[in-house]
């Protein structure tokens, strides 16, 4: 055992689950100080924080599954100051494994502007973890990445998040109409089958694609990502339909970054 190894480890916890929760090198200082008298300097907190770095570069370099059912891909947007600050997106990559836990493959931050070339960077290196096929990818409209997916795991279906999808539909709409078209909506994504799917969203289309061409469109555009999902019976549509199950892991993330305002650089 290493000099004063065990007497700090349980500081080090204390000050690491604080930092998770969103609280500065100062905030964490005092708070020690406050609650257990102990005086801890802002630069031991960071010493200890930085420790965490180490541990991070070997999770996300850690060895991964053969096989993943589901993949979903979802960004998280956090305030950032290189420079300045602004609004970046930080992608989370969370697998559905073979025994139906929950994994979070890694975290990739972006500018705003991923295209193909960044998704295949981001999924080539899932793939060299060991990631040999994805069956199903669930995302929301990335740019670029239906097309990266198709370089790296050819035989993978790329679905859309249903609903997000209808979250973009009511921003083309007035919030009066919100509920008749939630309402004429759900017959197109219940549907027993695409065949049937398309019927209704025919006769949606006859009723709101007057007043609404953008909603028509929105859905057409992705109707290729929209359908696969409705070959599989209820209980696994009801896994696959939506980045609901990314939702809470982001919901963790949300409540740490609004505690923190903004963070200095993409490491923290």
């Known amino acids: 055992m290493r000099k004063r190894q065990r007497r700090l480890s349980g500081v080090d916890e204390m000050v690491i689950s604080l930092a998770a929760k969103g609280l500065t090198t100062g905030e964490i200082s005092a708070h020690l100080a406050e609650v257990y008298g102990a005086q801890v300097s802002k630069q031991t907190i960071s010493t200890i924080t930085d420790k965490v770095l180490e541990g991070m570069t070997e999770w996300q370099n850690r060895p991964l599954d053969p096989v993943y059912p589901v993949l979903f891909i979802d960004a998280i947007h956090v305030k950032l100051r290189d420079g300045q600050v602004a609004n970046r997106p930080i992608y989370v990559a969370l697998a559905v494994t073979v025994d139906g836990e929950r994994d979070i493959l890694g975290l990739w931050a972006g500018d705003g502007g991923e295209g193909a070339k960044f998704w295949l960077h981001v999924l080539t290196e899932i793939k060299n973890r060991g990631a040999g096929d994805v069956l199903m990818l669930v995302c929301d409209g990335l740019k670029g990445l239906p097309q990266a997916v198709e370089q790296t795991w050819p035989r993978t279906i790329v679905q859309t998040c249903v609903v997000r999808l209808l979250r973009a539909s009511f921003r083309y709409a007035a919030r009066q109409h919100w509920d008749a078209i939630a309402k004429a909506l759900k017959p197109v994504y219940t549907a027993p089958t695409e065949a049937a799917a398309l019927e209704r969203f025919m006769e949606f289309a006859e009723v709101w694609g007057g007043r609404y061409p953008a909603i028509v469109k929105l859905w057409e555009d992705s109707w290729a990502e ?20 990314i939702e809470s892991v982001n919901a963790r993330i949300r409540r740490a970054v609004k505690a923190r305002g903004h963070f200095p650089n993409e490491q923290a």
Do not use: K, Q, Y
Request: aromatic fraction near 16%.
């Open 226 to 245: 929209f359908v696969p999902f409705l070959g599989f019976d209820t209980e696994i549509r009801r896994v696959i339909c939506s980045t609901n199950a």
